[in-house]
């Protein structure tokens, strides 16, 4: 069973807001991913990590999107100024290596609603 | 940029039935296919994975991997009620740092 805990489950927010959630991925994995999950199933790759350094992020995530894995504190994902189209379900997952057979590991991800 | 496409997209079966879900990719230098379950409420978990031509088994799951038609399927055999759920086909990507998902097979079995 997946140890990636992911807080707050839930989360409502007016255009405009701030939402900020956090990740704790599985003690030793230094590899970091975070995805945007929509209501049709559609996985979007927003960033990953190694350790703190980020390896890629797509454009959006370099405009309104900021995301940190600090050493020894949680990963955090946070949208500046949220829209309506942000409402999805956000996951955390981790790993212990890039690619290969590495499998990744998911938290149960936090359900952004934007108003 | 990898695509992943997975059919179909819903699928019912009777108990005790045989559940098969395919999954198509775009780049064969991917380098690893991984089925992952969804059920309501929850992050994806993995099930199987597979990375050389050819079949794995793992208890009422097989996998198919046939590179040279970038396809792979999932079948489940004795298919269970509690196996409803959402299954998404996910390819890692060779030299890449992320793992591309399909959009999911919702699977129903009806007891």
């Known amino acids: 069973n997946s140890k990636v805990i992911q807080t707050p489950r839930y ?101 952004l609603t934007v108003v | 940029q990898e695509k992943v496409q997975q059919s179909p997209e819903s699928l019912i079966v009777p108990e005790g039935a045989m559940s098969s879900l395919n999954c198509t990719f775009s780049n064969s230098a991917s380098q690893s296919i991984w089925w992952y379950q969804q059920h309501p409420g929850k992050g994806p978990e993995a099930l199987i994975s597979i990375f050389s031509n050819g079949n794995k088994k793992e208890g009422r799951l097989t996998v198919y991997l046939n590179r040279a038609s970038l396809h792979v399927s999932l079948h489940i055999r004795d298919s269970q009620p509690s196996d409803s759920a959402v299954y998404l086909c996910a390819v890692s990507i060779a030299g890449g740092y992320k793992v591309v998902f399909g959009s999911g097979t919702r699977l129903l079995v009806s007891p």
């Not at chain 1, 992020?57 to 189209?85: V, Y």
Request: a neutral charge; glycine letters at 8%; charged letters at 20%.
């Open chain 1, 11 to 111: 989360l409502v927010k007016g255009q405009g807001q701030k939402a900020k959630m956090r990740c704790i991925p599985e003690k030793g994995h230094p590899v970091v991913f975070w995805y945007q999950q929509n209501k049709n199933n559609e996985f979007k790759f927003l960033i990953n990590f190694q350790n703190q350094e980020v390896l890629q992020q797509i454009d959006m995530t370099e405009k309104r999107f900021s995301a940190e894995c600090p050493s020894n504190s949680p990963c955090s994902l946070e949208i500046q100024s949220s829209e309506a189209g942000d409402s999805a379900l956000y996951l955390c997952a981790s790993s212990l290596s890039w690619g290969g057979n590495t499998e990744v590991f998911f938290g149960k991800g936090t359900r």
